[in-house]
């Protein structure tokens, strides 16, 4: 994903760099690690260009990891809702003990996937990845004509 920013501060091998959030990204967060709501948003990233203070630059991150966090998000307390019921329909004909055992075996695989899926994000939040800044751009940059990410 690129955007156009401008840097208010160098810390280090870093820059920390002020970009407009888009309405299409509504509140993603993917792309900065303060995570402001609308309007302007201040993220860090490695400053390769050695961009000063003042200057607009263009940063560049990796969207692989919206695409795994999606996934986590999304598609695993699915699969486990689904393995639930699954299981659950196995067992209520054999156990006989509980009326609807499928829904119950659904809910409990549901939030467990809960837990599993708390427990990883708490395990990479230490992994911070970060975007880069690969090009200083004049002062007069407009930036993209669309609001794309």
Known sequence: MEQVG???????DRA???????????KCGACGIAVSGRGENHLEALNRANAAVGQKVKIISDTSHVLKASFMVYIIPLLALLLGLYVGQLLDGSLGVFA????ILGIVFLLASYLFVRGYDRKLAGRQTYATVIEI?????????????
């Open 16 to 26: 920390i760099v002020a970009v407009q959030r888009h309405d299409v990204c509504a």
């Open 6 to 12: 401008l840097v208010v501060e160098i810390v280090e």
């Open 100 to 103: 609807r055992l499928d829904i």
């Open 137 to 149: 751009l004049p002062d007069d940059y407009e930036g993209p004509i669309d609001e794309n990410c």
